[in-house]
Each structure stands twice: as C-alpha cells, then as structure tokens.
C-alpha cells in the first residue's frame, strides 16, 4: 500500500514513546522496537520515523564515560563491604576477648581465688598481713612505753632492734594503689590462668590446622571403634 511507509513511521514513534514513558514495559517494547526495524530493513522499505531532539540521547558520550563510572562506583562499594567487614572483624575481636576475660575470671572464682565482685587480693596477702603485723606491733609498743610511764617505773620498757625495724613501714607494707587494670594484672600472674591460657591457645593452632583435626578426628573415631568392640565383648 501506498501508506505503509506512514504506518511505519507511527508503528516506531508509539514504540518510541511507550518504551520512554512506561519503564515496566521497556523489556517488551524494545523487543518489539527492534523486531519492527528489522522487518522494514528486510524488506528494504525506508523508515522515515524522527525521534524528536528532546528525547534524543548522546549515547557516546554515555558509552565512552561508563566504564570509568562503573569502575569507580565498583570500587566504591568494595571499599564500603571492606570498612563494614573490618568494623564487623574489630566488633568480634573485641566479643571475643571479653568472652576470654570472662572465662578467665570464671576459673579463677571457680578456683577459689576470690568472690565475685572481689579484686583478688589473696595474691597480695602477705603484703598488707605484714603491713597490719607491723602496724600492730608500734601500737603495741607505744602502749607498753605509755603504761611504764603511768605506773611510776623508772626504767621504760626496753623496745629490742628487731621490734623497732618491724615497726618501720617497709616496702612491702606499702599499699598498692588501686588501678583499673589492677585485676587484669593480677589474672596475668596467675600460674593456673596462664596454664589455661596457654590451653586456649594450643586448642586455636590445632583447630586452625585442618591436617591436625583430621587425625584427631581419625583417632577419636578409632577410639570409639575400640569401645564399641569391647562393649560388644563383654554383652557376648
């Protein structure tokens, strides 16, 4: 017919313009757009079809920026899913040595090296027993001296070198100071809690070596093979 090429030409532009303005239907319709073209070039009519300027898109330009802005935004979110999985590391790192502190003091109360909400202060005992010992014997012989003088005595009560060198303060009657990380270091220094410790990390290494929990693995099952046949033995 005569009017084909119009029909054509009206056949694109509602093409064009549904493609444009119903994004759900984009899919369908540049199926159909391109079904269309390559219909009318098979049968070599010509498409006299306009987009108007409005609507027209420098697509080189757009081509030739995108693979920079893909890269870039690529890399973006990998340094995003880095930052989030490093907090996520850090925040675990942290639970984790929580956990063993806990743990740590747990054995220790389960120990009984102190009560809860007590500092361990069983580690430092002989420090303030010997503080308090050397308090009590000054008192002692300031009384004894006092009580002499009231009585009338003309000779005091003689104070032996040793009472007096006991009645000095000393370095190890000198009260430590209280810090924050008091009980830290006082858990350190435990013989029991580092043996646990040392516990902990032989348990990490061998769970980190996959070669080591094969075998352990291999023997535990032996093992269990080994019961199991006694078991049957003695039923037998």
């Not at 005569?2 to 199926?31: D, H, K, Q």
């Not at 330009?61 to 340094?79: C, G, M, N, T, Y």
């Amino acid at each position: 017919p005569r009017n084909l090429p119009e029909v054509a030409r009206r056949i694109l532009v509602f093409a064009f313009y549904w493609y444009s303005f119903m994004p759900l239907a984009r899919g369908s319709a540049a199926c159909g757009y391109t079904t269309i073209l390559a219909l009318f070039w098979a049968a070599g009519m010509p498409i006299t079809a306009s987009i108007p300027k409005s609507y027209q898109v420098d697509w080189e330009a757009i081509l030739s920026q995108h693979p920079d802005d893909f890269i870039r935004s690529v890399w973006k979110r990998e340094q995003k899913a880095a930052a989030e999985q490093k907090k996520l590391e850090e925040l675990r790192q942290q639970y984790e040595d929580e956990r063993k502190n806990q743990e740590i003091i747990q054995i220790a109360q389960d120990a009984g090296h102190g009560k809860k909400g007590d500092r361990l202060d069983w580690m430092y005992a002989g420090s303030l027993a010997a503080k308090e010992d050397a308090a009590k014997r000054q008192e002692e012989a300031l009384l004894g001296q006092r009580a002499a003088t009231l009585t009338g005595a003309t000779q005091p009560m003689e104070i032996s070198r040793a009472e007096v060198a006991s009645a000095l303060p000393t370095v190890h009657a000198v009260a430590l100071p209280a810090s924050q990380n008091e009980e830290w270091n006082r858990l350190n220094n435990d013989p029991l809690l580092l043996i646990k410790r040392q516990q902990h990390e032989q348990l990490k290494r061998i769970k980190e070596n996959p070669i080591k929990m094969q075998e352990i693995l291999k023997e535990v099952q032996q093992e269990r093979l080994k019961h199991k046949e006694k078991k049957s033995k003695k039923h037998k």
